[in-house]
């Protein structure tokens, strides 16, 4: 099973947001569009949802931006890929007009497989991916973005 690319970009999103909460009052959809080089009309579709399913928040202002709006902990894997994925169905026989719908169990068995997969991702949390050495990169890169963001603002 391959994510969709909306589902990989609220992931990172999240996974960026997580570190360093208490001394970032909030991170600019810029910093993290620049960070992933992903579009930042893309990361905001995202954010959105993400702020309207109440893991993330946004603030309005100067010093506005996004946040986490609870803790990495608290934010389980696989109910955020429900809720970014979007769909139900593995397959749909339908569809294709699929003359072996009734005497086939290729259906069952996928759907199956997929409700194994969010078993596995219901364990984890935001907290589990973004340890260790995720969590010094995370870091890193924002500690990064913030020198570059000072030095360009110093010389304008």
């Given at each position: 099973?391959?994510?969709?690319?909306?589902?990989?970009?609220?992931?990172?999103?999240?996974?960026?947001?997580?570190?360093?909460?208490?001394?970032?009052?909030?991170?600019?959809?810029?910093?993290?569009?620049?960070q992933f080089?992903?579009?930042?009309?893309?990361?905001?579709?995202?954010?959105?949802?993400?702020?309207?399913?109440?893991?993330?928040?946004?603030?309005?202002?100067?010093?506005?931006?996004?946040?986490?709006?609870?803790?990495?902990?608290?934010?389980?894997?696989?109910?955020?890929?429900?809720?970014?994925?979007?769909?139900?169905?593995?397959?749909?026989?339908?569809?294709?007009?699929?003359?072996?719908?009734?005497?086939?169990?290729?259906?069952?068995?996928?759907?199956?497989?997929?409700?194994?997969?969010?078993?596995v991702l219901?364990?984890?949390?935001?907290?589990?991916?973004?340890d260790g050495?995720?969590?010094?990169?995370?870091?890193?890169?924002?500690?990064?973005?913030?020198?570059?963001?000072?030095?360009?603002?110093?010389?304008?």
């Open positions: 099973m391959q994510l969709t690319q909306y589902s990989d970009i609220g992931l990172r999103l999240l996974m960026y947001l997580s570190k360093e909460r208490s001394t970032i009052p909030a991170v600019t959809l810029a910093e993290v569009s620049d080089n992903i579009p930042r009309n893309h990361l905001a579709k995202v954010a959105a949802k993400l702020v309207k399913y109440g893991w993330i928040e946004s603030i309005r202002g100067r010093s506005g931006g996004i946040r986490l709006a609870i803790e990495p902990s608290e934010i389980v894997l696989g109910k955020v890929l429900r809720v970014l994925e979007g769909h139900v169905e593995v397959i749909d026989c339908n569809k294709l007009q699929c003359r072996l719908k009734n005497v086939c169990a290729l259906k069952q068995i996928l759907e199956s497989a997929y409700a194994g997969f969010f078993i219901d364990q984890y949390t935001l907290a589990d991916v973004t050495l995720a969590a010094n990169e995370i870091g890193n890169m924002h500690r990064g973005f913030i020198e570059i963001f000072l030095n360009n603002s110093a010389v304008h």
